[in-house]
C-alpha cells in the first residue's frame, strides 16, 4: 500500500459465532484436495484454469457455474487496444475515477496486464464483437477513449463466461462442484485448511485444502433494488470475516446509475453502453438534467451520474428518470442492444421510441477482503480474487468495465501462485482438531424471508446512494437487534446461512459509513458533503479474531 494512503485502526464488526453450525471431525465426513477454489464466476474459473496439470482442485460453487455476476455482466472489459490509445490514460481515467484512493502501482500493474488476459480470452473462444477481422471498441462512462471490449452487444459477461466454462470443463484435474454451499472457511492458528461444505442436502462435509481461493463474489442483495442474482448474498465476506481475514472499506457500494424500474418486475440493469452510444437521461418532465451537475453530462463516472440522478427524483418527486434514445438510429438501437431492448419490449416499450424508466440500484462491492498484489490475504493458506476483494484498483468509485478485467488479472496470479504452493506442500491426509460448539444456538422458527426483506428495504432506505447520520445510526441499531437472534440461530438451510451473511456484511457496511465523515467517491454523506484528504484519505479496516 502506498505510504500516503493510511490505514486506521480496525472497527468494530458484528459479534458472531466463529461457525455458523457445529461439526466435529469425528462426524464428518471428509474430502482432500490441493486447492479448493469458492466460487464459479469469472474471477474463479481463471484460477482454476491456472492451475497446473499435477495439481488437483475443486471448484465450489452455490448455484450452476452460469449464475453469476459475472454471467449478467451487460459491459464489458475495458483494455488499451487501439493504437491511439495508451496504457497512461487508461491509467489515469482509473485514478481519477477513483477517489483519489486507488493505489496506483496496482492500477498500473491491472492496465498493463489487460491486453493479454483479452488475447488470452480470445484464444480459449470467446466471440468479441469485431469488424473485418477488429475489435470494435466502444466508450462508457469515465474513459477518455473508446477501449470497451463487448461481446454480443450487451451479453458480454454470458459469452465470456461460456468460453471460460467450455475452457475449465476440459480440465481433467478440475472438479466442479455446483449446488455446493460454502459454509465457513476452516481456520486453525491463523491459516486457512479449506472450507465446510453443505452439499445435496447431506450433513456438512470438511473439504481440506492445501491452499483455498475465495472468489464468491458480491453482496448486492443486502439492497432491495440491486442489479444482482439473487445468490449474490454476501457469503465470502462474511466468511472471510469470521474466519479472521482483513477486510477493509465495506462502505463503498457502487450504484448502477440506470436500472430498470417497472414496479412489480425485477431489475434489469441497463448497460452503460447506451449511454456511451448517445442516450440522454431525462426527468419527468423531459428535462436533461445532467448539464446542471457535470460536463460530462451522461458519460460523467457513475458515481455522479447515480446521486445526479436520485437527486433529480427528489427535485421532481417522481419515483425514477427516463433514457432517451428517440434521437438514435433505431436501427442501431436494436441492432447493438438486443439484451436491453427484448428486456423493454417484455413491458410494451420500444427502446428506440419510448422513454425507459431507470433508477441507481446497487451494483458492485469495491470494499472487500483486503489482497496484496498477488491476491494473498492476511489469512494464510487464503487467497481471494474478483469482488470479493479490495485490491486497491478500484479506489472508492470503479471505473467501468474494470471489474471482469481484475477478476481476469487477479484470478489469474492467485491460481498461478497457489498451484505453486499447493505443489511445494507434501500430502497429508489428516484431519486438524478442528470443531465448532458454540454454547448458544437458537432453535425457534424464524421467518427468513421476511427478515430478509426487511434487511434489504433497511439498507436501502438508510445505507443507499445518499447518507446521513441520524439515519445511518438507526439502520444500525436495527440490524443489531436483528443480528442478536439471527447470527447464533441453528440454521440447517442455505437460506438461513444467506439470511446471517447478509446481516453481516450489511452490519459492516453500515459501520463504516458511519464513521466516514466525508463524501468520497460512491460514498456520498448528505451532513459531510465535501472529501477531506487529511483526514479521511485511508482505508477503514476490519479485522474479526476468531476463538481458536
Same mark, same amino acid.
Given at each position: 500500500?502506498?505510504?500516503?494512503?493510511?490505514?486506521?485502526?480496525?472497527?468494530?464488526?458484528?459479534?458472531?459465532?466463529?461457525?455458523?453450525?457445529?461439526?466435529?471431525?469425528?462426524?464428518?465426513?471428509?474430502?482432500?484436495?490441493?486447492?479448493?477454489?469458492?466460487?464459479?464466476?469469472?474471477?474463479?474459473?481463471?484460477?482454476?484454469?491456472?492451475?497446473?496439470?499435477?495439481?488437483?482442485?475443486?471448484?465450489?460453487?452455490?448455484?450452476?457455474?452460469?449464475?453469476?455476476?459475472?454471467?449478467?455482466?451487460?459491459?464489458?472489459?475495458?483494455?488499451?487496444?487501439?493504437?491511439?490509445?495508451?496504457?497512461?490514460?487508461?491509467?489515469?481515467?482509473?485514478?481519477?475515477?477513483?477517489?483519489?484512493?486507488?493505489?496506483?502501482?496496482?492500477?498500473?500493474?491491472?492496465?498493463?496486464?489487460?491486453?493479454?488476459?483479452?488475447?488470452?480470452?480470445?484464444?480459449?473462444?470467446?466471440?468479441?464483437?469485431?469488424?473485418?477481422?477488429?475489435?470494435?471498441?466502444?466508450?462508457?462512462?469515465?474513459?477518455?477513449?473508446?477501449?470497451?471490449?463487448?461481446?454480443?452487444?450487451?451479453?458480454?459477461?454470458?459469452?465470456?463466461?461460456?468460453?471460460?466454462?467450455?475452457?475449465?470443463?476440459?480440465?481433467?484435474?478440475?472438479?466442479?462442484?455446483?449446488?455446493?454451499?460454502?459454509?465457513?472457511?476452516?481456520?486453525?492458528?491463523?491459516?486457512?485448511?479449506?472450507?465446510?461444505?453443505?452439499?445435496?442436502?447431506?450433513?456438512?462435509?470438511?473439504?481440506?485444502?492445501?491452499?483455498?481461493?475465495?472468489?464468491?463474489?458480491?453482496?448486492?442483495?443486502?439492497?432491495?433494488?440491486?442489479?444482482?442474482?439473487?445468490?449474490?448474498?454476501?457469503?465470502?465476506?462474511?466468511?472471510?470475516?469470521?474466519?479472521?481475514?482483513?477486510?477493509?472499506?465495506?462502505?463503498?457500494?457502487?450504484?448502477?446509475?440506470?436500472?430498470?424500474?417497472?414496479?412489480?418486475?425485477?431489475?434489469?440493469?441497463?448497460?452503460?453502453?447506451?449511454?456511451?452510444?448517445?442516450?440522454?437521461?431525462?426527468?419527468?418532465?423531459?428535462?436533461?438534467?445532467?448539464?446542471?451537475?457535470?460536463?460530462?453530462?451522461?458519460?460523467?463516472?457513475?458515481?455522479?451520474?447515480?446521486?445526479?440522478?436520485?437527486?433529480?427524483?427528489?427535485?421532481?418527486?417522481?419515483?425514477?428518470?427516463?433514457?432517451?434514445?428517440?434521437?438514435?438510429?433505431?436501427?442501431?438501437?436494436?441492432?447493438?442492444?438486443?439484451?436491453?431492448?427484448?428486456?423493454?419490449?417484455?413491458?410494451?416499450?420500444?427502446?428506440?421510441?419510448?422513454?425507459?424508466?431507470?433508477?441507481?440500484?446497487?451494483?458492485?462491492?469495491?470494499?472487500?477482503?483486503?489482497?496484496?498484489?498477488?491476491?494473498?490475504? /492476511?489469512?494464510? $493458506?487464503?487467497?481471494?480474487?474478483?469482488?470479493? @476483494?479490495? *485490491?486497491? %484498483?478500484?479506489?472508492?468509485?470503479? +471505473? !467501468?468495465?474494470?471489474?471482469?478485467?481484475?477478476?481476469?488479472?487477479?484470478?489469474?496470479?492467485?491460481?498461478?501462485?497457489?498451484?505453486?504452493?499447493?505443489?511445494?506442500?507434501?500430502?497429508?491426509?489428516?484431519?486438524?482438531?478442528?470443531?465448532?460448539?458454540?454454547?448458544?444456538?437458537?432453535?425457534?422458527?424464524?421467518?427468513?424471508?421476511?427478515?430478509?426483506?426487511?434487511?434489504?428495504?433497511?439498507?436501502?432506505?438508510?445505507?443507499?446512494?445518499?447518507?446521513?447520520?441520524?439515519?445511518?445510526?438507526?439502520?444500525?441499531?436495527?440490524?443489531?437487534?436483528?443480528?442478536?437472534?439471527?447470527?447464533?440461530?441453528?440454521?440447517? /438451510?442455505?437460506? $438461513?446461512?444467506?439470511?446471517?451473511?447478509?446481516? @453481516?456484511? *450489511?452490519? %459492516?457496511?453500515?459501520?463504516?459509513? +458511519? !464513521?466516514?465523515?466525508?463524501?468520497?467517491?460512491?460514498?456520498?454523506?448528505?451532513?459531510?458533503?465535501?472529501?477531506?484528504?487529511?483526514?479521511?484519505?485511508?482505508?477503514?479496516?476490519?479485522?474479526?479474531?476468531?476463538?481458536?
Amino acid at each position: 500500500m502506498p505510504d500516503d494512503i493510511d490505514s486506521s485502526a480496525c472497527l468494530e464488526g458484528p459479534k458472531t459465532p466463529r461457525y455458523l453450525v457445529d461439526f466435529h471431525p469425528k462426524g464428518q465426513s471428509h474430502f482432500f484436495t490441493d486447492v479448493l477454489i469458492i466460487g464459479g464466476g469469472l474471477a474463479g474459473l481463471r484460477a482454476a484454469n491456472a492451475i497446473s496439470d499435477g495439481v488437483q482442485a475443486v471448484v465450489v460453487t452455490k448455484d450452476q457455474l452460469q449464475e453469476s455476476n459475472s454471467n449478467y455482466a451487460q459491459g464489458g472489459i475495458a483494455s488499451v487496444w487501439d493504437p491511439e490509445d495508451c496504457f497512461e490514460d487508461h491509467v489515469r481515467d482509473t485514478l481519477a475515477a477513483g477517489g483519489n484512493l486507488c493505489h496506483d502501482d496496482v492500477v498500473d500493474m491491472v492496465v498493463r496486464d489487460a491486453p493479454q488476459r483479452v488475447s488470452e480470452l480470445i484464444r480459449w473462444g470467446t466471440n468479441f464483437d469485431s469488424r473485418e477481422g477488429e475489435l470494435l471498441l466502444g466508450r462508457e462512462g469515465g474513459h477518455s477513449h473508446e477501449r470497451i471490449i463487448h461481446a454480443l452487444g450487451d451479453a458480454t459477461g454470458k459469452e465470456i463466461m461460456r468460453a471460460v466454462i467450455e475452457t475449465t470443463l476440459a480440465r481433467s484435474n478440475i472438479q466442479i462442484w455446483e449446488q455446493a454451499f460454502t459454509i465457513d472457511l476452516l481456520s486453525h492458528a491463523g491459516r486457512c485448511y479449506g472450507a465446510v461444505i453443505s452439499r445435496e442436502e447431506q450433513p456438512p462435509l470438511l473439504l481440506w485444502a492445501k491452499q483455498t481461493i475465495l472468489a464468491a463474489g458480491g453482496c448486492g442483495q443486502a439492497y432491495r433494488e440491486t442489479t444482482n442474482p439473487r445468490v449474490a448474498t454476501g457469503d465470502g465476506h462474511a466468511l472471510a470475516y469470521r474466519a479472521g481475514a482483513r477486510l477493509r472499506d465495506m462502505e463503498f457500494m457502487q450504484f448502477h446509475p440506470t436500472v430498470l424500474y417497472i414496479a412489480g418486475s425485477s431489475r434489469t440493469l441497463v448497460t452503460e453502453a447506451i449511454r456511451g452510444a448517445g442516450a440522454h437521461l431525462v426527468d419527468s418532465n423531459g428535462y436533461r438534467f445532467m448539464k446542471d451537475y457535470d460536463e460530462r453530462l451522461e458519460l460523467a463516472p457513475r458515481d455522479v451520474v447515480s446521486q445526479a440522478i436520485v437527486k433529480q427524483m427528489e427535485k421532481t418527486q417522481h419515483p425514477c428518470v427516463y433514457l432517451a434514445l428517440r434521437h438514435l438510429d433505431p436501427h442501431r438501437v436494436h441492432e447493438e442492444f438486443p439484451g436491453f431492448t427484448a428486456s423493454c419490449k417484455k413491458f410494451g416499450l420500444d427502446a428506440s421510441i419510448d422513454p425507459i424508466p431507470v433508477r441507481p440500484g446497487a451494483h458492485y462491492m469495491i470494499g472487500g477482503v483486503e489482497v496484496d498484489h498477488d491476491g494473498r490475504t /492476511s489469512l494464510g $493458506g487464503l487467497w481471494a480474487a474478483g469482488e470479493v @476483494t479490495s *485490491s486497491g %484498483l478500484h479506489g472508492a468509485n470503479r +471505473l !467501468a468495465s474494470n471489474s471482469l478485467l481484475e477478476g481476469l488479472v487477479y484470478g489469474a496470479r492467485a491460481g498461478e501462485l497457489a498451484s505453486q504452493a499447493a505443489l511445494d506442500m507434501p500430502d497429508d491426509f489428516r484431519a486438524l482438531p478442528i470443531q465448532s460448539e458454540h454454547d448458544y444456538r437458537l432453535t425457534e422458527p424464524l421467518d427468513i424471508a421476511d427478515i430478509r426483506n426487511s434487511v434489504q428495504s433497511l439498507m436501502w432506505r438508510m445505507v443507499g446512494v445518499q447518507r446521513q447520520a441520524d439515519r445511518l445510526q438507526e439502520a444500525l441499531q436495527q440490524i443489531q437487534s436483528y443480528a442478536r437472534y439471527v447470527l447464533p440461530h441453528a440454521f440447517s /438451510s442455505e437460506e $438461513g446461512w444467506e439470511l446471517q451473511n447478509l446481516l @453481516t456484511v *450489511s452490519h %459492516l457496511m453500515a459501520v463504516a459509513a +458511519l !464513521a466516514r465523515t466525508e463524501s468520497r467517491g460512491v460514498h456520498m454523506r448528505k451532513d459531510f458533503p465535501d472529501t477531506n484528504d487529511e483526514n479521511w484519505r485511508r482505508h477503514l479496516p476490519f479485522e474479526f479474531k476468531p476463538n481458536y
